[in-house]
C-alpha cells in the first residue's frame, strides 16, 4: 500500500515556475514506477510525465517536453515535477499516482493516487 500527498501547487503568472512535490509513504517506493497527471474542468484526465522505479527512464507528453522535468529521490520517498514557462493551458488539478507495474502514460495503469494539487497560471 502507497500513500501520496501532493504539494506545491499555486498560482503564478504564464511565463513562470512552480515545483510540485508528491510525499510517498508505505513500503518499497523505490519498486514503483510514478506517473504525473492533470485534470482540467470539463476535460479528461491527461498524461504529463512519467518516470521508471530505478529513475532511468522518463515520459513526457509532447505538451510539456522541454519545460517540465520528473524527478524522484528513492532515499526520502519522494517525486518531484518542474514546472517551467508555464502557459495558461497547463491550469489544472495535477495528480501523482504510482504503479507496481512497468512506466505507463495511462492512468488506468496506476494503482495509487494522491489528492491532487491545484496549478493556476495568469496571462
Known amino acids: 500500500q502507497v500513500q501520496l500527498v501532493e504539494s506545491g501547487g499555486g498560482l503564478v503568472q504564464a511565463g513562470g515556475s512552480l515545483r510540485l512535490s508528491c510525499a510517498a509513504s508505505g513500503r518499497a517506493f523505490s519498486s514503483y514506477a510514478m506517473g504525473w497527471f492533470r485534470q482540467a474542468p470539463g476535460k479528461e484526465r491527461e498524461f504529463v510525465a512519467a518516470i521508471s522505479w530505478g529513475g532511468g527512464g522518463t515520459y513526457y507528453a509532447d505538451s510539456v517536453k522541454g519545460r517540465f522535468t520528473i524527478s524522484r529521490d528513492n532515499a526520502k520517498n519522494t517525486v518531484t515535477l518542474q514546472m517551467n514557462s508555464l502557459k495558461p493551458e497547463d491550469t489544472a488539478v495535477y495528480y501523482c499516482?504510482?504503479?507496481?507495474?512497468?512506466?505507463?502514460?495511462?492512468?488506468?495503469?496506476?494503482?495509487?493516487w494522491g489528492q491532487g494539487t491545484q496549478v493556476t497560471v495568469s496571462s
Open positions: 499516482a504510482a504503479t507496481p507495474r512497468v512506466t505507463s502514460v495511462s492512468p488506468r495503469s496506476y494503482d495509487y
